[in-house]
């Protein structure tokens, strides 16, 4: 199916929201579970032409663009290898559109592509990852941008997920059979992302513009403690040769006598 794909990509530009390379597509298609009975996408394009074809039910929430051109749900929806009748368009800012829906199946396959500015990510996860099975396949793409990369370092090191491959900028987690971390209530504290790094560095934190100043200081430490290693290697070498002359002098004057010149 991604081989089709790529050459349908071919005979039209790149959409508005963007495009993902042909080998994520073709990591998707080889990760997705089986059976695929209900998955969804934040973001339309290419993986939603996919995922019509992988899925029984597919549900992509996105925008509906097609005033502008180069539309992103114009270009999967004129595709003839788009399969309408698996998919259901909900249209609309993720933003209101997701905490809105009402989730009635266990979500198989996640795609997390929309919105990337900051907490946008993190609001998708968040009214996404309750729904998820044990063994559903977590897609997170451009990771490369700051905002994602966030939320991408905290899921590789969480006990709901495991990272199981990175294809360029796009993450793929699998869903472990670890309890879902419970959505209304807090418990910072048993996290595992929070667990490894806590307590912050505040001199970081709160004073970001100490942070020359303190790097500063902190190489000039290293500069000292440099010095005063070669400053010992070289006075270590002088004791070694003094000793070393000292044995000298006591073979020879066994073997010479007591002379003056050996004392």
């Not at 259901?88 to 996640?110: H, M, N, R, S, Y």
């Not at 941008?145 to 793929?172: G, K, S, Y």
């Not at 970001?208 to 500069?223: C, G, L, N, Y």
Request: charged residues 25%; negative net charge.
């Amino acid at each position: 199916m991604s081989a089709g794909i790529v050459e349908y990509q071919r005979t039209l530009p790149d959409h508005r929201a963007g495009t993902l390379d042909a080998d994520v597509l073709q990591v998707m298609e080889d990760l997705a579970p089986q059976p695929l009975n209900w998955s969804m996408e934040t973001g339309c394009g290419k993986t939603t032409i996919l995922l019509s074809n992988l899925s029984a039910h597919h549900h992509t929430f996105a925008c509906d663009d097609r005033e502008y051109e180069n539309s992103s749900v114009a270009y999967y929806s004129n595709c003839p290898l788009y399969r309408a009748e698996r998919t259901t368009e909900v249209f609309g800012p993720t933003q209101q559109t997701l905490p809105t829906f009402k989730f009635d199946q266990p979500i198989d396959l996640a795609l997390l592509d929309g919105p990337h500015g900051y907490p946008f990510p993190e609001l998708e996860y968040y009214y996404v990852y309750p729904n998820l099975r044990t063994g559903a396949l977590l897609v997170l793409d451009d990771i490369h941008i700051p905002t994602i990369n966030r939320l991408h370092t905290f899921l590789a090191e969480d006990e709901m997920f495991r990272l199981v491959h990175v294809e360029r900028t796009t993450a793929f987690f699998f869903r472990t059979a670890a309890p879902a971390f419970f959505h209304l209530g807090d418990g910072w504290e048993f996290q595992a992302f929070n667990k490894a790094h806590f307590p912050v560095a505040l001199i970081d934190a709160v004073h970001p513009e100490s942070k020359p100043a303190e790097a500063a200081h902190r190489d000039d430490e290293v500069a000292d403690l440099k010095r005063h290693l070669v400053e010992t290697e070289q006075e270590l070498a002088l004791w070694k040769h003094i000793a070393e002359e000292r044995r000298l002098k006591r073979r020879l004057a066994r073997r010479l006598g007591n002379w003056a010149f050996l004392r």
